[in-house]
């Protein structure tokens, strides 16, 4: 029998785990994604939402904001590791270079959607590397804010029923806690 099936062709995408040595705190980014707001609105609110539509003004646009790693589409004729320097100057304003980037794996970020590669990448920086604010490309319409936390901020994050972070957050969280934390917890 015929079936239908969605799907969304997508780019591949590096992500990077930053984590800065000198004050000892994770580098990520917030940012405002509209799909998680209609999902976090609506399971809140009790309603249901189409397009055309709104809530009225029982409206939190925190909903809305996620914590991610810093991370970028791989549309360009580069390496992946230039790629994701690039994101991480772009985005959190740190000079990384490619060389120094450590490869964690790659796996797809989005299986029931569009099945694209994710190449997740570890960082470790120091405050001499900040060379910039970050905040990503506005021209191309981002608009991140760089978050630091500490490792305990980060268990307490993780712990909590709910949060707005992907998978890919997780896998990046828990692989930094098998082979990196040791180095930096007393």
């Not at 994604?33 to 939402?49: E, I, L, M, W, Y």
């Amino acid at each position: 029998r015929d079936k239908i099936w969605d799907c969304i062709k997508a780019h591949d995408s590096v992500a990077i785990l930053i984590f800065n040595i000198t004050r000892k705190v994770f580098v990520f980014v917030e940012q405002f994604r509209p799909p998680v707001f209609a999902s976090r609105q609506s399971c809140s609110s009790g309603q249901s939402v189409s397009i055309g539509e709104g809530w009225g003004d029982k409206v939190d646009g925190s909903l809305g904001i996620t914590l991610e790693l810093c991370a970028g589409i791989t549309d360009k004729d580069v390496s992946l590791e230039q790629t994701a320097s690039e994101e991480i100057l772009e985005e959190c304003g740190y000079k990384v270079e490619p060389s120094k980037l450590e490869k964690i794996k790659s796996f797809i970020g989005s299986v029931g959607a569009s099945g694209g590669v994710q190449n997740l990448y570890y960082a470790e920086v120091e405050d001499s590397q900040r060379v910039g604010d970050g905040g990503g490309v506005a021209h191309e319409g981002e608009m991140i804010r760089v978050k630091e936390m500490t490792i305990p901020e980060l268990d307490a994050y993780t712990q909590q029923e709910q949060i707005n972070s992907p998978p890919g957050f997780l896998f990046a969280v828990l692989w930094f806690k098998l082979n990196k934390a040791q180095k930096f917890v007393k």
